[in-house]
């Protein structure tokens, strides 16, 4: 599952910076959210996901926040590895209905 | 365990063909689902299979597209009449429903890539 993109937004960063990527979800029923990994040639990766409850979830090396009142996710990636580059998709689910609603993605270069 | 298995990995056929494109989800997943990523996008859903419930079909995009899924096992997605705005890479995730309150994370496949040339 190859995601290469002329228009992808693009986050650069060096080795061993955070990187924060953004997303901005549309549904304001969604109560489920997850992020997920895309690397060259491969389907999505799960990371980390986050309930409507939750403000706040940590994993390893990475954090996902979640602003209900502005719709808004954000994945942080502390301690930034070359390893860690790939386009990254949030995705929304609202219970009651089983499938994801993804993002566009965001694609992150991480330089050594 | 094997994880999601797709085929073919490419598939380029001529407008008007039909293709057919295989998932096997991993085992003991009562969940499928198809998405489509085009070019620069984001995951498409297509179709959502779950048990021996009837199919979510509300994401396919036309009566050209078809899914079944055989035995509550492996699926085939299959497009008629191919057009080259088809072209895209198909991707299958399978999931567990054991816990209550579902969703729950989506395995993916590696995708297919179909080009209509």
């Known amino acids: 599952g190859e995601s290469v993109g002329l228009h992808l937004p693009t986050l650069s960063v060096q080795e061993g910076d955070n990187s924060i990527i953004n997303c901005a979800y549309s549904?304001?029923?969604?109560?489920?959210f997850i992020w997920y990994k895309q690397e060259s040639g491969k389907g999505p990766q799960f990371i980390i996901d986050i309930r409507s409850n939750m403000d706040k979830r940590q994993g390893q090396r990475v954090t996902v926040l979640l602003n209900k009142t502005v719709k808004h996710l954000s994945l942080q990636i502390a301690a930034t590895q070359p390893g860690d580059s790939a386009v990254y998709f949030c995705?929304?689910?609202?219970?009651?209905?089983?499938?994801?609603?993804f993002g566009t993605g965001t694609r992150l270069l991480v330089s050594p | 365990g094997a994880g999601v298995s797709q085929s073919p990995s490419n598939k380029v056929t001529e407008k008007g063909k039909d293709v057919e494109l295989r998932c096997d989800p991993i085992?003991?997943?009562?969940?499928l689902y198809w998405y489509r990523q085009s070019l620069g996008q984001g995951l498409e859903f297509l179709i959502y299979?779950?048990?021996?419930?009837?199919?979510?079909k509300s994401g396919l995009p036309s009566d050209r597209f078809s899914a079944e899924r055989t035995g509550g096992s492996v699926s085939t997605l299959t497009i008629q009449r191919t057009q080259q705005e088809d072209s895209a890479v198909y991707l299958c995730a399978s999931s567990s429903l054991r816990l209550a309150g579902g969703p729950y994370e989506q395995y993916f496949g590696p995708g297919t890539r179909l080009t209509v040339t």
């Open positions: 549904n304001s029923a969604s109560d489920y």
């Open positions: 995705a929304e689910n609202e219970t009651g209905f089983q499938k994801l609603v």
């Open positions: 085992s003991g997943h009562t969940a």
């Open positions: 299979f779950q048990g021996n419930s009837a199919p979510d």
